[in-house]
Nanobody, 113 residues
Framework: VQLVESGGGWVQAGGSLTLSCAVSGFTFRNYDMNWARQAPGQGVEWVAY????????DYADSVKGRFSISRDNAKNALSLTMNNVQTTDSAVYFC????????WGQGTQVTVS
């Protein structure tokens, strides 16, 4: 099982960034998927959820209206589009597979200044 996040980096407040998660080693189209983040010195915060066929989506209140989660089951890919980012969005972002968050990627750093 492998989940590899990419797309992180530096972005100015008010800007946009899209994160990607490439997965392998399991049947992606059968799994709930999540994005989560961890800021320095803080615990892990759940960010967004999408069900296997993409028909059910949910967001943490802190990102609702600014972030958008999507998936491409044909490409085994998950995305998170982040708009109007704020300094409080700075964190390491992880994709996680399964409703129980059973599989995690290594994370990608997002820094908003």
């Amino acid at each position: 099982v492998q989940l590899v996040e990419s797309g992180g980096g530096w972005v100015q407040a008010g800007g946009s960034l899209t994160l990607s998660c490439a997965v392998s080693g399991f049947t992606f189209r059968n799994y709930d998927m999540n994005w989560a983040r961890q800021a320095p010195g803080q615990g892990v915060e759940w960010v967004a959820y999408i069900n296997p066929d993409g028909s059910i989506i949910d967001y943490a209140d802190s990102v609702k209206g600014r972030f958008s989660i999507s998936r491409d089951n044909a490409k085994n890919a998950l995305s998170l589009t982040m708009n109007n980012v704020q300094t409080t969005d700075s964190a390491v972002y992880f994709c996680a597979a399964g409703g129980d968050f059973g599989f995690w990627g290594q994370g990608t750093q997002v820094t908003v200044s």
